[in-house]
């Protein structure tokens, strides 16, 4: 079911425009979401009105496709059609997922100066995964952009929640070199919890297990539903606050490669083998045969999941051989069955890391496209119980939308239903660092800490409590390195200044100063170094801190800090202020620099980012000139085509009567001229020459086009100026008689004489222009320029109508009262006034205003 109720929740804070992106970007499928101020929102359709978009982007020679389009020319041109890109994201080139990449697509992998994954056209043109998922971003912006009518910004992508710092930050790169600036990321398994959410309440918490099996690996995300009411605290209805819903993730399970696309793979491996056998050849020597079978294995699984036997055909697949065969799912399920416990470790997986059992589970949701595949329906009801196992979001969108509510959440331009998202991450991430030698000959030791054990909560914070006294490195690090997965080292700081900053606390008179570092997990599952500094408390005996003092420093007794060199890890979320402690001791801090380098794997650098983007626009730019090009090639032909049928046309033709032979000559001999030009330079030919060669023809044209239109509209502009003036006589004659009035009854004068002579000269003016230009238009053969322009006509008309409009609008002037001594009203006599009910005539509306 499409969940749009609740969508009416957001509602916009601010009168400024900020539609938000939110991106599903799958393996295989991508979906898109916008939020815009006024609107609910749902799943933004493409140019073919589908709900979903393939993750693909190719070329057709010079010719850049998305979606679909991308996708099927990859059995014409399999090195220049590029899917499945999300494996590559944040991976070096000696992977286990770059391995199985290359064994489902036919792309040339190249190696960067970063030691991750470019992708090489047919053209020997290079592109990194990060451009080529930039470009797919940049395509849904400007999908967005269109039905938004404005600029769009603000994205929010969801992402697997096993990514690495390494896999999240080539996201965010990709993100930055589309256009695009990320407001977030959100976990996809978070994103479906958040959109379970949207339209339900928990008055008794709830337990879910997200069962997520997609095209490139299987997600179990364990998440906790409860609703706080709103607190009853005599308020007002419009103050009194809001039901908050809060979503804890408990733990994740997953299953990285253990996808669709396997599925896939191993279905393709079963046409390979009765291809070959039938026809004698070798069709893994055949790229586009190769790409041709990738694409009717997806098909043919589609068929298995509703019936036992499907019957995969290929016409051509390669070597000029037609392939059919026929597939059944046992014969399917047989080369599946080592995955089975594949399909249902992730559900184990989450339930022992957080430490629950199916008892406390309340139902298992599936989702993705993969989850409609019976030999993981039954993995899952194998593990679960058929009693355990739920359908009640919508497994293509749940995600998107949950995106995209998350989205409207965290941005300041919405107001949204009070859902609070708790997430966790997957990895232990640890500190180490190199012990102070205690001697100049003694060997240095590393110091290892666990600092965000898996499953820590986002938005912690860790300080950590080192005593040294000079310069030195701290690395982060993932525990447990993931072999053939992602590199285990992250990122390496170097503190500056620290002897400096321990004698500065020393002679304050600080006893044992130490470092202190805070460390954070931000919202979006990144690990940073936040804050250093040099830590000391200060005792008041000291003579510094009487000095102190003495100039209005505070009093203080001792405290002694941890001296060990293991490290000390401080929960608190709160950096050292240099406040006076609950002791009375005096706490100095001194800021420290600190130089981060990352390790492995180098996120982008700014220029590397701009360069990538420049090549984005360029491309952009080359692609908009083209469209604008076949536009006008398109527009010119076309032209050409009508404006040789008109000069075509019979005697009785209205072209051939408004126009004299010497224009239809002039004509033709130019049509002539410019239909061999568009022929042989059409293709090739500027925007500026397309626009010019139109221009010339349409000069020749538009006198000719002019006469007929004039001989159209001149006759009803001539009938509206004719009732106006009838109009105005009228009114001349109610004006005179009305003056006349007046004049015997002493009463003032709605008009002057001067205005309604004035009238008169205008009307009379008005009608001899036209009788004289009527004349002169009617002496005129049908193919001469006209002397009698209906514009000028209308003009004329408008003119005289809003000179007696201005008129008539103006109110009875009132009558002075005069002193006599006596009842003035009495003795007063008031004439009535000639009721006017003339009308005149709108020439340009042809409708009537009373007067």
Same mark, same amino acid.
Do not use: C
């Given at each position: 079911?499409?969940?749009?109720?609740?969508?009416?929740?957001?509602?916009?804070?601010?009168?400024?425009?900020?539609?938000?992106?939110?991106?599903?970007?799958?393996?295989? !499928?991508?979906?898109?979401?916008?939020?815009?101020?006024?609107?609910?929102?749902?799943?933004?359709?493409?140019?073919?009105?589908?709900?979903?978009?393939?993750?693909? *982007?190719?070329?057709?020679?010079?010719?850049?496709?998305?979606?679909?389009?991308?996708?099927?020319?990859?059995?014409?041109?399999?090195?220049?059609?590029?899917?499945?890109?999300?494996?590559?994201?944040?991976?070096?080139?000696?992977?286990?997922?770059?391995s199985f990449f290359t064994s489902i697509a036919n792309a040339d992998i190249v190696e960067t100066t970063r030691k991750?994954?470019?992708?090489?056209?047919?053209?020997?043109?290079?592109?990194?995964?990060?451009?080529?998922?930039?470009?797919?971003?940049?395509? =849904?912006?400007?999908?967005?952009?269109?039905?938004?009518? /404005?600029?769009?910004?603000?994205? *929010?992508?969801?992402?697997?929640?096993?990514?690495?710092?390494?896999?999240?930050?080539?996201?965010?790169?990709?993100?930055?070199?589309?256009?695009?600036?990320?407001?977030?990321?959100?976990?996809?398994?978070?994103?479906?919890?958040?959109?379970?959410?949207?339209?339900?309440?928990?008055?008794?918490?709830?337990?879910?297990?997200?069962?997520?099996?997609?095209?490139?690996?299987?997600?179990?995300?364990?998440?906790?539903?409860?609703?706080?009411?709103?607190?009853?605290?005599?308020?007002?209805?419009?103050?009194?606050?809001?039901?908050?819903?809060?979503?804890?993730?408990?733990?994740?399970?997953?299953?990285?490669?253990?996808?669709?696309?396997?599925?896939?793979?191993?279905?393709?491996?079963?046409?390979?083998?009765?291809?070959?056998?039938?026809?004698?050849?070798?069709?893994?020597?055949?790229?586009?045969?190769?790409?041709?079978? !990738?694409?009717?294995?997806?098909?043919?699984?589609?068929?298995?999941?509703?019936?036992?036997?499907?019957?995969?055909?290929?016409?051509?697949?390669?070597?000029?051989?037609?392939?059919?065969?026929?597939?059944?799912?046992?014969?399917?399920?047989?080369?599946?069955?080592?995955?089975?416990?594949?399909?249902?470790? &992730?559900?184990?997986?989450?339930?022992?890391?957080?430490?629950?059992?199916?008892?406390?589970?309340?139902?298992?949701?599936?989702?993705?496209?993969?989850?409609?595949? &019976? #030999?993981?329906?039954?993995?899952?009801?194998?593990?679960?119980?058929?009693?355990?196992?739920?359908?009640?979001?919508?497994?293509?969108?749940?995600?998107?939308?949950?995106?995209?509510?998350?989205?409207?959440?965290?941005?300041?331009?919405?107001?949204?239903?009070?859902?609070?998202?708790?997430?966790?991450?997957?990895?232990?991430?640890?500190?180490?660092?190199?012990?102070?030698?205690?001697?100049?000959?003694?060997?240095?030791?590393?110091?290892?800490?666990?600092?965000?054990?898996?499953?820590?909560?986002?938005?912690?914070?860790?300080?950590?409590?080192?005593?040294?006294?000079?310069?030195?490195?701290?690395?982060?690090?993932?525990?447990?390195?993931? &072999?053939?997965?992602?590199?285990?080292?992250?990122?390496?700081?170097?503190?500056? %200044?620290?002897?400096?900053?321990?004698?500065?606390?020393?002679?304050?008179?600080?006893?044992?100063?130490?470092?202190?570092?805070?460390?954070?997990?931000?919202?979006?599952?990144?690990?940073?170094?936040?804050?250093? =500094?040099?830590?000391?408390?200060?005792?008041?005996?000291?003579?510094?801190?009487?000095?102190?003092?003495?100039?209005?420093?505070?009093?203080?007794?001792?405290?002694?800090?941890?001296?060990?060199?293991t490290p000390s890890v401080d929960p608190s979320s709160a950096a050292p202020t240099g406040k006076p402690n609950k002791?009375?001791?005096?706490?100095?801090?001194?800021?420290?620099?600190?130089?981060?380098?990352?390790?492995?794997?180098?996120?982008?650098?700014?220029?590397?980012?701009?360069?990538?983007?420049?090549?984005?626009?360029?491309?952009?730019?080359?692609?908009?000139?083209?469209?604008?090009?076949?536009?006008?090639?398109?527009?010119?032909?076309?032209? @050409?085509?009508?404006?040789?049928?008109?000069?075509?046309?019979?005697?009785?033709?209205?072209?051939?009567?408004?126009?004299?032979?010497?224009?239809?000559?002039?004509?033709?001999?130019?049509?002539?001229?410019?239909?061999? !030009?568009?022929?042989?330079?059409?293709?090739?030919?500027?925007?500026?020459?397309?626009?010019?060669?139109?221009?010339?023809?349409?000069?020749?044209?538009?006198? #000719?086009?002019?006469?007929?239109?004039?001989?159209?509209?001149?006759?009803?502009?001539?009938?509206? @100026?004719?009732?106006?003036?009838?109009?105005?006589? =009228?009114?001349?004659?109610?004006?005179?008689?009305?003056?006349?009035? /007046?004049?015997?009854?002493? *009463?003032?004068?709605?008009?002057? !004489?001067?205005?309604?002579?004035?009238?008169?000269?205008?009307?009379?003016?008005?009608?001899?222009?036209?009788?004289?230009?009527?004349?002169?238009?009617?002496?005129?053969?049908? %193919?001469?320029?006209? =002397?009698?322009?209906?514009?000028?006509?209308?003009?004329?008309?408008?003119?005289?109508?809003?000179?007696?409009?201005?008129?008539?609008?103006?109110?009875?002037?009132?009558?002075? &009262?005069?002193?006599?001594?006596?009842?003035?009203?009495?003795?007063?006599?008031?004439?009535?006034?000639?009721?006017?009910?003339?009308?005149?005539?709108?020439?340009?509306?042809?409708?009537?205003?009373?007067?």
């Amino acid at each position: 079911m499409r969940l749009l109720a609740g969508l009416l929740l957001i509602s916009v804070t601010q009168f400024a425009l900020a539609s938000i992106l939110a991106i599903d970007y799958g393996t295989e !499928w991508m979906k898109v979401s916008l939020v815009k101020p006024g609107s609910p929102f749902d799943v933004l359709l493409n140019r073919d009105s589908k709900r979903k978009i393939q993750s693909s *982007v190719g070329w057709k020679n010079n010719d850049r496709l998305f979606g679909s389009d991308a996708f099927n020319i990859a059995t014409r041109f399999p090195k220049d059609s590029f899917s499945s890109l999300k494996y590559l994201q944040g991976q070096t080139t000696d992977t286990d997922t770059i391995s199985f990449f290359t064994s489902i697509a036919n792309a040339d992998i190249v190696e960067t100066t970063r030691k991750t994954v470019s992708l090489r056209r047919s053209d020997g043109t290079e592109w990194s995964v990060e451009e080529l998922i930039a470009m797919q971003f940049a395509y =849904v912006k400007e999908l967005a952009e269109s039905t938004a009518n /404005e600029k769009v910004v603000d994205v *929010v992508v969801a992402i697997p929640p096993y990514y690495s710092q390494f896999e999240r930050q080539a996201v965010l790169d990709a993100i930055e070199i589309s256009g695009l600036k990320s407001l977030g990321i959100i976990n996809d398994g978070t994103a479906v919890a958040v959109n379970y959410a949207m339209t339900r309440t928990f008055p008794t918490p709830e337990t879910h297990l997200i069962y997520d099996a997609g095209a490139g690996s299987i997600r179990a995300t364990i998440a906790t539903f409860s609703t706080t009411p709103a607190s009853d605290n005599g308020e007002t209805s419009k103050s009194k606050k809001k039901d908050s819903t809060s979503v804890e993730i408990k733990a994740i399970g997953y299953s990285r490669q253990i996808g669709g696309d396997e599925l896939d793979r191993r279905l393709r491996e079963i046409l390979i083998d009765k291809f070959n056998s039938k026809s004698q050849k070798n069709i893994r020597t055949d790229s586009r045969g190769m790409a041709k079978l !990738w694409k009717e294995a997806g098909r043919v699984k589609g068929v298995l999941s509703a019936n036992a036997e499907a019957v995969a055909r290929v016409e051509n697949l390669a070597f000029d051989i037609d392939f059919r065969s026929s597939v059944s799912r046992e014969e399917f399920e047989n080369v599946l069955t080592d995955l089975k416990p594949a399909f249902s470790q &992730p559900i184990l997986d989450a339930l022992e890391n957080a430490k629950l059992s199916l008892d406390n589970i309340t139902s298992v949701i599936l989702m993705g496209g993969s989850s409609r595949v &019976p #030999i993981i329906q039954q993995a899952v009801r194998d593990t679960v119980g058929d009693g355990k196992v739920a359908q009640n979001v919508n497994a293509d969108e749940a995600v998107v939308l949950g995106t995209a509510f998350y989205g409207a959440s965290i941005s300041s331009q919405f107001k949204t239903k009070d859902i609070k998202v708790q997430d966790v991450i997957p990895y232990d991430i640890q500190v180490s660092y190199l012990a102070e030698a205690k001697a100049a000959d003694a060997s240095s030791r590393t110091l290892t800490s666990v600092l965000f054990p898996a499953h820590s909560k986002y938005g912690s914070k860790k300080i950590l409590t080192i005593k040294r006294k000079n310069d030195f490195d701290i690395t982060l690090s993932y525990k447990s390195p993931q &072999p053939g997965v992602f590199p285990s080292h992250i990122s390496q700081a170097r503190l500056l %200044n620290v002897s400096e900053a321990i004698a500065n606390l020393t002679e304050q008179g600080a006893i044992d100063p130490v470092i202190k570092v805070t460390l954070a997990l931000t919202e979006s599952g990144f690990v940073i170094i936040q804050d250093a =500094v040099a830590f000391g408390e200060v005792k008041e005996e000291s003579i510094a801190a009487k000095l102190k003092g003495f100039f209005g420093g505070s009093s203080a007794d001792s405290t002694t800090l941890d001296t060990s060199e293991t490290p000390s890890v401080d929960p608190s979320s709160a950096a050292p202020t240099g406040k006076p402690n609950k002791r009375g001791n005096n706490e100095g801090t001194i800021q420290l620099e600190f130089d981060l380098t990352p390790l492995s794997i180098h996120p982008l650098t700014y220029a590397e980012k701009k360069l990538s983007h420049e090549r984005l626009l360029t491309i952009q730019r080359s692609e908009r000139s083209k469209q604008q090009r076949e536009e006008q090639r398109n527009l010119l032909e076309s032209y @050409l085509y009508r404006l040789r049928d008109l000069t075509g046309g019979g005697e009785d033709a209205p072209f051939i009567i408004f126009s004299k032979a010497t224009e239809r000559d002039e004509i033709s001999h130019l049509l002539d001229k410019t239909s061999d !030009w568009l022929n042989e330079n059409g293709e090739t030919a500027d925007l500026l020459d397309l626009w010019s060669k139109r221009e010339a023809l349409e000069a020749l044209e538009k006198p #000719i086009q002019t006469r007929h239109m004039e001989s159209e509209i001149l006759l009803p502009s001539i009938q509206d @100026l004719e009732q106006a003036l009838q109009a105005g006589q =009228v009114f001349l004659e109610s004006a005179r008689q009305n003056y006349t009035m /007046e004049e015997a009854s002493g *009463v003032l004068h709605k008009y002057t !004489w001067e205005e309604i002579e004035d009238v008169e000269t205008r009307l009379k003016s008005t009608a001899s222009w036209l009788e004289e230009k009527v004349k002169a238009q009617k002496a005129l053969p049908l %193919n001469e320029d006209p =002397v009698l322009l209906s514009s000028d006509v209308i003009s004329r008309g408008k003119a005289f109508q809003n000179h007696v409009m201005r008129l008539l609008k103006r109110k009875i002037p009132k009558a002075k &009262p005069t002193s006599t001594g006596t009842d003035s009203t009495a003795n007063s006599t008031t004439l009535p006034v000639a009721e006017e009910t003339t009308t005149i005539q709108d020439s340009s509306t042809h409708g009537h205003d009373e007067l």
